[in-house]
T-cell receptor, first 116, second 115 residues
Framework: KQEVTQIPAALSVPEGENLVLNCSFT??????LQWFRQDPGKGLTSLLL?????REQTSGRLNASLDKSSGRSTLYIAASQPGDSATYLC???????????????FGKGTKLSVIP | KAGVTQTPRYLIKTRGQQVTLSCSPI?????VSWYQQTPGQGLQFLFE???????NKGNFPGRFSGRQFSNSRSEMNVSTLELGDSALYLC??????????????FGPGTRLTVL
């Protein structure tokens, strides 16, 4: 069974700081890895999707990397802003032959607070 | 394009009752997935429907069921509600076809409270 872990559970940083969120998964037979953000009481917004054959993806101030062999991904946020405050969730899409049978397995998230 | 819509947004039920939640995907999307989100367990996959067929199923009891209609709209049903079913229920849509991006678009969720 695929398990996804996100550390730390919560993070508080001053505005302007660069930061890294971590995600690890137990079964490397994945189809893709996705990062989402969730604002309080709201649904999820997709940030980045990395296919299993890719090493990283970038969108604006966000950069996500994937090391499938070690079961790790990082989300790098440059020059953080108060509007970045949210919970960031990592999700892994299992491969057909791996644990999870192609379903999305989520970590419990990192709650980020960016202090003005 | 309009986003994913879910109705109702809030629901209060009592134990033993049943409930039906609705999800309308983005136009053109054929895959709809359902998730349960609770503070303790986080986001857990319930099931996925594609072209009116259940394509994948998570580890939930048979009280949780769903269906998808020919216009890709989906409903999920929970029978014999328990207190532990109180949660935010999220649905997500995607094109769902080979070669298309797997990006999941989530609705705002239905907040179910069981008393």
């Amino acid at each position: 069974k695929q398990e996804v872990t996100q550390i730390p559970a919560a993070l508080s940083v001053p505005e302007g700081e660069n930061l890294v969120l971590n995600c690890s998964f137990t079964d490397s037979a994945i189809y893709n890895l996705q990062w989402f953000r969730q604002d309080p009481g709201k649904g999820l917004t997709s940030l980045l999707l990395i296919q299993s054959s890719q090493r990283e993806q970038t969108s604006g101030r966000l950069n996500a990397s994937l090391d499938k062999s070690s079961g790790r991904s990082t989300l790098y946020i440059a020059a953080s802003q108060p509007g970045d405050s949210a919970t960031y969730l990592c999700a892994v899409r299992g491969g057909y032959s791996g644990a999870g049978s192609y379903q999305l397995t989520f970590g419990k998230g990192t709650k980020l607070s960016v202090i003005p | 394009k309009a986003g994913v819509t879910q109705t109702p947004r809030y629901l209060i039920k009592t134990r033993g009752q049943q409930v039906t939640l609705s999800c309308s995907p983005i136009s053109g999307h054929r895959s709809v997935s359902w998730y349960q989100q609770t503070p303790g367990q986080g986001l857990q996959f319930l099931f996925e429907y594609f072209s009116e067929t259940q394509r994948n199923k998570g580890n939930f009891p048979g009280r949780f069921s769903g269906r998808q209609f020919s216009n890709s709209r989906s409903e999920m049903n929970v029978s014999t509600l328990e207190l532990g079913d109180s949660a935010l229920y999220l649905c997500a849509s995607s094109p769902g076809v080979a070669g298309a991006p797997d990006t999941q678009y989530f609705g705002p969720g239905t907040r179910l409270t069981v008393l």
